[in-house]
């Protein structure tokens, strides 16, 4: 008798269906010519990667990744801010996925889990029948009628989690498979990246592996494109730094982004941030958007190097151990004040060249992927905007947490500095209500699904942020904030579109806060100003 048949345990019953061979059967049944044998297939298809016990959880729901399917989420992509990072423009994903006729299954290891990391992160603004099911959805993104029913559209998150939880728990097994974190390529870099984007879209956990390997991909790879003729991107590199910096410090996580990264990837050290200001102040009366294409750089290069101080001077771990020096405080508060005056200077003139193209208020329903002028001027003025606004509420949060603090601990011959300390509040406090200006402006500029995955965090907090500072007014219902309020409810709302909201006890009550405040101000206004909010233009 064969030792096998009285050693080796036979699995009996059916077997469970696997997340990777529902993942790849769309491909397979498409192209049954497909040679089993094939290097490509062999080495990395998607059927070949099993589901182990240290899987993230496993769903039954991922769709079948059939060509017309991936191709659709391709096309997503164009709708995210991630298509424009110069890691994957390098990799010309969509280029090779076209190559293969949108078979994964035969792309080349690297290509096929980069394409599978994709397809996880456009599966957050799908509107396809496959992530969806059945129920209300868009035809389209520049579907007027389902994006204006906020309702309906922030139900999808629930109906999407599914589906999109089997596609990410795909992309890691196959990006675990084939190493992504330690072998350095371009591929592997933006694979890294997309996959930190869809770690941090939610509650970011104590540390950042895919940002870590991303940074250190690149760091490895910016020699070689220095030294190749292939374009440089450094405006787009130095909006991305910046954005990487914010991620950090929106999370309160050490930065990332080394100066030398700044440099090495976007170019030489810009003028400084007075000189800056005062060259701008200088063209006030020059017509046009190239100064605010060209003022992006600058711009974001003093974003991140401010993210980097805030963290090193004021909200970081080992700054913590001690008491706060107040120098530093007040230096960011100048240095704030400063970039808030450059900020203001520049959208100024993004609403002045958007006027010439059509209305400045009038929100683009889908972004213009053939990066038309008024797309750059609206994504740039976008940009800046949130590079201002990110760092404000982090300031103001430490320095309020640091005062409660002290009024707790402190003897009371320390209450001259406690009063200092809270007119640094008090300053702080000032600067976050113009954040929610800003950032309520910042929303009007782009598209509502553009920047949904990746919003949820910051949009709760400055609606928090916003609600509590109203309810300690003596009027509650001041027309601007309200219509602030609105804008930044409304894209929360669409956040639904993209996320489950409602699987967060904290959120879900916000959102029951926001709908509460915004009724009673509808109330309140239509009865003081004959219906102001229905009345005050395009949110």
Known sequence: MCYRCTTTPVARGRP???????????????????????????????????????????????????????????????????????????????????????????????????????????????????????????????????????????RCGARRAAAFNALHAAALKDARDIGIMLEVSTENAASCFILDLLDQREHAGPSRPFAAAYVSHVRALAPMWRASPVPQYRSHWAGFLMSEALLSTRNRKPILITHEDQLL????????????????????????????????????????????????KIIGDHIRLGPLSEAPVLQFITSLFLMHAILSHLLARADDALAVSGTPQQRPLVLDTESTAEALVRGCAYGMAMGFIELVLPLYRELELRVNAEATDSPPTHAHTLGRMRLLVMQAR?????????????????????????????????????????????????????????TIAKQLWMVGYSQDLFVSQDTALLVE??????????????????????QAGPL
């Open 16 to 154: 469970r269906k696997n997340v990777a061979e529902s993942v790849s059967l769309g491909a397979d049944a498409a192209h049954p010519e497909a040679p089993a044998d094939s290097s490509q297939s062999a080495s990395g298809s998607s059927a070949s990667f099993p589901v182990d016990a240290s899987s993230p959880p496993v769903h039954d729901t991922a769709p079948v990744l059939t060509p017309e399917l991936v191709s659709h989420f391709f096309d997503c992509f164009d709708q995210l801010p991630a298509v424009n990072n110069p890691v994957i423009i390098a990799t010309s994903i969509k280029t090779v996925v076209q190559a293969a006729s949108f078979n994964i299954s035969l792309l080349p290891p690297q290509s096929r889990t980069l394409a599978m990391c994709i397809i996880a992160c456009c599966s957050l603004i799908s509107f396809h029948v496959a992530i969806l099911g059945p129920g209300p959805r868009p035809q389209s993104f520049s579907d007027p009628l389902f994006f204006s029913e906020y309702r309906d559209g922030r």
């Open 265 to 312: 990837l976007s170019g030489p050290e810009p003028s400084s941030v007075q000189e800056f200001l005062a060259s701008l102040e200088t063209l006030a009366n020059t017509p046009g958007a190239e100064i605010v294409l060209q003022a992006m750089k600058p711009y974001a290069f003093h974003i991140t190097s401010l993210a980097r101080q805030l963290w090193a």
């Open 430 to 486: 000032n600067m976050a209500r113009l954040a929610v200006r800003e950032l309520a402006r910042a929303i009007r500029y782009l598209p509502p699904v553009h920047y949904a995955p990746v919003q949820r965090k910051l949009l709760v907090d400055f609606a928090r942020f916003a609600l509590d500072d109203v309810k300690a007014e003596a009027v509650p219902f001041e027309p601007d904030r309200v219509r602030n309020i609105q």
């Open 513 to 534: 806060r926001l709908d509460h405040y915004l009724e009673n101000a509808a109330r309140h206004l239509e009865i003081m100003d004959m219906g102001y909010i229905c």
